[in-house]
């Protein structure tokens, strides 16, 4: 079983930055799709980024193409996102998830996620 914790929300204004840290333990972090998603209130859960095993392939949502970059460090299970010029819209609660699988053909879905974390508050203030 892989536990997916997450931390780095909180609030800041439109155009500052925050980094999301997402910590996996329980098994080997290796061969693992790992995703970022996030929910607004009232809202479906959507795809934001996500990276592959090794590193070499990302995807992101169109939304935030440009403004967040994904990555992942081996040697500390984490993998990370790093927000740039946030605006309100990217308020929402965030949520970390994992996947085994070979590519990101279906990254973007959140039935291709079988382990989640308990997700983390982003406040962007106008």
């Known amino acids: 079983q892989l536990q997916l914790v997450e931390s780095g929300g909180g609030l800041v204004q439109a155009g500052g930055s925050l980094r999301l840290s997402c910590a996996a333990s329980g098994r080997t972090f290796s061969g693992y799709v790992m995703g970022w998603f996030r929910q607004a209130p009232g809202k479906e859960r959507d795809f934001v980024a996500a990276i592959n095993w090794g590193g070499s392939s990302t995807d992101y949502a169109d939304s935030v193409k440009g403004r967040f970059t994904i990555s992942r460090d081996y040697a500390k299970n984490t993998v990370y996102l790093q927000m740039n010029s946030l605006k309100p819209e990217d308020t929402a609660v965030y949520y970390c998830?994992?996947?085994?699988?070979?590519?990101?053909?279906?990254?973007?879905?959140?039935?291709?996620?079988?382990?989640w974390g308990q997700g983390t508050q982003v406040t962007v203030s106008s």
């Open positions: 998830a994992a996947s085994y699988m070979s590519s990101l053909t279906t990254g973007k879905q959140v039935s291709s996620y079988p382990y």
